[in-house]
């Protein structure tokens, strides 16, 4: 029975994913110890790290482990925050963060394909960077691939998409907070700038917690609000490209699961379902698997393959990304 169990298919799972999550474990524990010596956020320690740890990405044996990390833990993480937040936090950001969200999100996508047809894009390579822009980063630019009709340049401009968008999200989790301050803007208001307008999730988180405890909530409930702008954005993608072939494969999820399970734990723990301890416990292992996350996202950058494309696309992202900013901050400014 012993020898079973060792060789089954989930133990051998184990065995290959353990050395990248112990290596990015390492890696947030170091974090922690400089966070708490030289007092800068522990996320951008994880960052760094990660990043000088570059060459274990390509490492036959930590390479599915920091995969896994990168992914997986920092759902998990995410969902897990939900245990922080309560409705009382929502309602008291008021309503013009969710029409600054909704009209940030339409206006970088329209935007974007109207740019893009100018630079001699397709129409689908403006939806697509700019919804991978406006939306959720990689995780949009997949959904939204999906939802298009098959093409000979879609795989490239979907590849090039993900890690521009990776990378640029990587550099504004750095540059925003900067900005942030410069501005003067307050925890909430800093929350609501880093949520509208950083890439990815893991990104806003790190940038948010990296400034306080309020920014980092502020800006994961932005963030929450332009993920579940995923659905309409795709549904409208379908219905402009009707012609999809049904034959391309089954498409994703419209709202990734971590989204859902940040939902109901916030509604959980609104109506007092949550005992505290376990709150506490799930707010701990949340942060851990964040740091985590953020050690394996920075051993996985990849700078370099940048350079083997055009000048126009990455010009093109980085517009959009300066564009996105741009909007947040001038309705920031409108309805405050």
Not at 18 to 34: D, N, Q, R, Y
Not at 92 to 108: I, K, N
Not at 151 to 157: G, I, L, T, V
Not at 270 to 288: H, I
């Amino acid at each position: 029975m012993l020898a079973s169990i060792r060789n089954s298919p989930s133990v051998d799972r184990v065995r290959e994913l353990a050395p990248g999550i112990i290596a990015c474990a390492v890696i947030a524990a170091a974090a922690a110890f400089l966070s708490e010596h030289y007092q800068a956020p522990m996320m951008l320690f994880a960052l760094l790290l990660g990043i000088a740890m570059n060459f274990l990405a390509t490492d036959t044996g930590c390479g599915p482990g920091v995969a896994f990390t990168s992914r997986t833990m920092l759902r998990v993480g995410v969902a897990l925050l939900g245990l922080r937040i309560t409705f009382a936090d929502i309602s008291a950001l008021g309503w013009q963060p969710v029409a600054a969200v909704v009209v940030s999100v339409a206006l970088t996508i329209l935007i974007s394909i109207g740019v893009a047809r100018l630079l001699g894009f397709r129409t689908a390579f403006g939806v697509l960077s700019g919804g991978a822009t406006a939306i959720c980063g990689a995780s949009a630019a997949l959904a939204l691939a999906a939802a298009m009709p098959p093409h000979p340049q879609r795989e490239k401009a979907l590849s090039f998409t993900v890690i521009g968008v990776s990378t640029l999200s990587t550099t504004v989790m750095i540059l925003y907070p900067i900005i942030a301050r410069a501005l003067d803007l307050s925890e909430v208001d800093s929350g609501i700038f880093l949520g509208g307008t950083i890439h990815d999730v893991a990104q806003v988180v790190g940038a948010g917690y990296g400034m306080s405890k309020v920014t980092g909530d502020t800006a994961t409930v932005v963030k929450l609000m332009r993920v579940a702008m995923l659905l309409p954005v795709i549904v409208v993608t379908v219905m402009a490209m009707r012609n999809r072939d049904a034959a391309a494969g089954p498409r994703p999820p419209l709202l990734p699961w971590f989204a859902v399970a940040f939902a109901l734990l916030v509604v959980a723990n609104s109506l007092g379902w949550v005992p505290r301890p376990v709150a506490t416990a799930g707010t701990t292992l949340s942060g851990w698997c964040l740091v985590a996350a953020i050690a394996a996202i920075g051993i996985k950058t990849q700078v370099r393959q940048l350079l083997s494309v055009g000048v126009k696309p990455l010009a093109l992202m980085i517009f959009e990304t300066a564009l996105m900013a741009a909007i947040v901050l001038a309705l920031m400014r409108l309805y405050r």
